[in-house]
């Protein structure tokens, strides 16, 4: 073996072992494993999922795994995975779930580098929806906000070719609309509500808000159901199913195929009616405000935050996480990218001026955020319980099993009484 | 104590080990939690705080849900029984004279192994109010197309009918079952003094499957006293919470509005209708002379 080769050798043997004390190191560290919780499925998640992947290579020694849960359900695993100690590190949850959340101590106080990132950042609308009595608990990610979602195709057929601006314009198009089969079934309804909470009690806050009332007093220790707006507005609901203009045969889920008129919903189904009605998705899909009696309406904006969860052993490590994937890089950040792609809005200022929000339909929804006709849902304790009790009042309305007066004094009580027992 | 272990004695006890471990984790102590569960205000996210028997009080004096829900219970328990055992009884009777048994009742056995998820989407099609199958049938006659699921008077019928469906394979096996033990040489008898099939039915077969009526119609009680799976699928326990039974209120209960404490007070109101229930069948039916077989 002569001197060169054996030289080369030796730097063979070094470099080899250079490299195994540097990879032995890196293994050395504990892998960190950081679990985000959410509701998007895997399609949906996938500009996030490939922001992971990014952020892994970055950061050597950090594992984020990607747990799914379906929004019905994304509560109950919650609770079940604490009760279970095996708790998610970070969550994506509804605005209304954090008061409960937080007042258990189940979430950890952002650290100040990031409340000054919200603070900087996000619309007033957003930042409002993640507080809970002055605390701020996360950063904000999607806003979804409603409003009048109409059918221009349907409207022009009726002879009308601009949306309503008041209840009594919207019964009288919606009446001009709605067409019966010979068993007496819609098959065309003018309007529609749906099943589910969020297809009546928020329609119901919405209208609220249009017409300047909250739906629950500034401490959240009463509610405004026994005005006589929202009695009104309760009345104006009644005569929708009293004339036959709707009925519980059709609902929200009828509006992609093309048969109802009119009805008030958020703006995450964007992607919803461009999958139904694809090129024609601009010439049918029209979104106006909240049919008021004012000229000043209203309406109402939920939204979802990321929190950390307190017993988290990666808190410090999950915040830098989801400041980094909330931060626009070169374009959007990563949870606008995700928004983007769902048709949803971002609480993020810099996100929002950088989405696909120029067409007609996104546009009347950034306009509402905008000019601060959007509210935050009040972030009321045990709110999906009180948003039930109140949909089963407004329910019975419909049937003309009460009158509008007294299903709200009825709602108004029990209501009371659970805010009465959250409060000791 | 080491001793006795160590002995023939222990050693049936040995035997039993596992499952009187299986029993008191997934039985005893469940049962025990909640319990103690039904005394506190508990969220799962903080310690249960004891509030005694507030739980109980609340449900039966201040709730305005609770007894609706407890009368659409009993509703639908009562409605599974009246149609749904009479009716397996007879398809099972009547499988016995024909030929085919096994297909018959592998096809009736169909619904038992279909997701209930599943079960209750087909229906929705076939129950829609507008493009529902069913309407669609009825318009073609001329006839009107009732709200099935919709329209709160007959909503919960339409639930029992779909359960009914669900659930006859299973009550025809155990029927099958029956009728098969029965002696045919009681049949021969019968026939032979002059005895027509619904004499046969009433006569002979009824008194001598009384065993299998008294098993199918208590646990066909519990199970519809118990169950809410296919309203929260079907009707989300709509319309006017007219499917919403007691077992489906508190699911939402514990699980919606994190009122663990109060629903496992329903949870055991409701244990104890049943069994107050349970009994009353088996006084009924031991007066009818179940014991003598």
Redesign the interface.
Known sequence: MNKLTTSKLRVAVSALALTAAATSSVFAQDTKTITIATHYNDEQIAPITACFEAYEAEHPGIDIVHQQASYGDFLQTILTSRVGGTSPDIYNIYSIWAPQLAAAGALEVPPQEVLDFVNANYADGSVGAATIDGQLWGIPTELSVYMLTYNKKLLAEAGYDAPPATWDELLEIAAAISKRNDQGNLTQAGYVYGTTVANATHPFYSQMYSEGVSPFNEDYSATNFTSPEAVAILEGQRALFEQGITGPEMTTDDFPSGTVGMYIAANWLKSTYQDAFGDEFEETVGIAPIPSSRDDWGTMLYSFLWAVDSTSDVKAESWELLQWLNTPQDGLSCTGQMLNGMGALSGNIADLGMMDVDDEFSQAYVEAIESGAAQTQPNVPQAAEIDRVLRSYIEQVWAGNFSAADALAEADAEIQAILDDAAM | MIKWLGSSKATPFWFLAPVIAFGIIFFILPLGFALFTSFTRW????PPRWVGLDNYLYLLT?D??FFPTLFNTLYFAAGTLAIGVPLSLGIAFAFTQSRFQSLWRSLYWLPMVTNVVAVAYIWIFVL???HGLL?RL??MA????P?WL???SIAMLSVILVFVWMQLGSNMLLFSAGLNNIDESYYEAARLDGAGTWQVFSTITIPLLRPTVMFVLITNLISGMSYFTLMLVLT?G????RTTVTALYMY?MA????RLGRASAVAYILFALVFVLTLIQLRFFRQGGVDAH
């Open positions: 969220d799962s996210l903080q201040s305005r849900r829609a109010p507008t309407n009825l318009a001329g006839l009107p197309g709200g919709t329209d709160p989300e709509g319309p006017l919470g939402e699980f919606a509005d994190l």
